[in-house]
Structures are given as C-alpha cells and as structure tokens.
C-alpha cells in the first residue's frame, strides 16, 4: 500500500501545482467577470491549498 501512495505521490504533487497555476489562471479571468470573482477565487485557493496538502499528506505516508 505504502509503495503504491509513493508513487502516486509523484503524480500528485505535479498535478497538485498544475491545479494551483490553473485555480490562478481561472481566478485572474473571473475579474473580467467581476461578480463570479468573489466565489471563484476563494475556491480556487481552497482548491490549490487542498492539493498541497494531499501532496504533503502522502509524502509523509511514503517516508513513515
């Protein structure tokens, strides 16, 4: 289990920085649109914040 989490978590941490460069991109567009900025761009931190953590979390499941 734990080698198939080390693993995973090469693909998770990259993905997890394409998501965040993508939830700023997304946010940055919402002010054309500038009612929907107000929920998307506290979304899309929750969003990027979320896959950071789920990269950190099994990082350290890998090294226990």
Same mark, same amino acid.
Request: aromatic residues 12%; glycine residues 0%; charged residues 0%.
């Given at each position: 289990?734990?080698?198939v989490i080390c693993h995973l978590s090469f693909v998770i941490c990259p993905l997890s920085f394409v998501i965040c460069h993508l939830s700023f991109?997304? %946010?940055?567009?919402?002010f054309v649109i %500038?009612?929907? /900025?107000f929920v998307i761009c506290p979304l899309s931190f929750v969003l990027c914040?979320? /896959?950071?953590?789920i990269c950190h979390l099994s990082f350290v499941i890998c090294h226990l």
């Amino acid at each position: 289990m734990r080698t198939v989490i080390c693993h995973l978590s090469f693909v998770i941490c990259p993905l997890s920085f394409v998501i965040c460069h993508l939830s700023f991109v997304i %946010c940055h567009l919402s002010f054309v649109i %500038c009612p929907l /900025s107000f929920v998307i761009c506290p979304l899309s931190f929750v969003l990027c914040h979320l /896959s950071f953590v789920i990269c950190h979390l099994s990082f350290v499941i890998c090294h226990l």
